[in-house]
Nanobody, 121 residues
Framework: QVQLVESGGGLVQAGGSLRLSCAAS????????MGWYRQAPGKQRDLVAA???????NYVDSVKGRFTISRDNAKNTVYLQMNSLKPEDTAVYYC???????????????WGQGTQVTVSS
């Protein structure tokens, strides 16, 4: 059994900062890509940022220069530092991790429970 537990969401004024964390635990053999998606009301869930096990990153254009994704491989944890937040960043943020639990299994994507980020104008 694998679990991803998120923390760090909340309410912040425009221009403020938040840091999201997501820790994977359970029967984990290796963690490959990790990242964050977000879903605003009435919209689809979209990729925000992703990071490989080697530390390569990619971002959606709308957050480049404002958000930074990082990870601690020893803790199986991924972070999202969000600066200069805008009202349009308001959404539920979901972390994911591509995990291999061991021989006889394929890699699977696991998801966190979601954390609300609300940016007021």
């Amino acid at each position: 059994q694998v679990q991803l537990v998120e923390s760090g969401g909340g309410l912040v004024q425009a221009g403020g900062s938040l840091r999201l964390s997501c820790a994977a635990s359970g029967s984990i053999n290796s963690v490959n890509n990790m990242g964050w998606y977000r879903q605003a009301p009435g919209k689809q869930r979209d990729l925000v940022a992703a990071i490989t096990s080697g530390g390569s990153t990619n971002y959606v254009d709308s957050v480049k220069g404002r958000f930074t994704i990082s990870r601690d491989n020893a803790k199986n944890t991924v972070y999202l530092q969000m600066n200069s937040l805008k009202p349009e960043d308001t959404a539920v943020y979901y972390c994911y991790a591509n995990i291999w639990i061991g021989p006889g299994h394929y890699n699977n994507n696991y998801w966190g429970q979601g954390t609300q980020v609300t940016v007021s104008s």
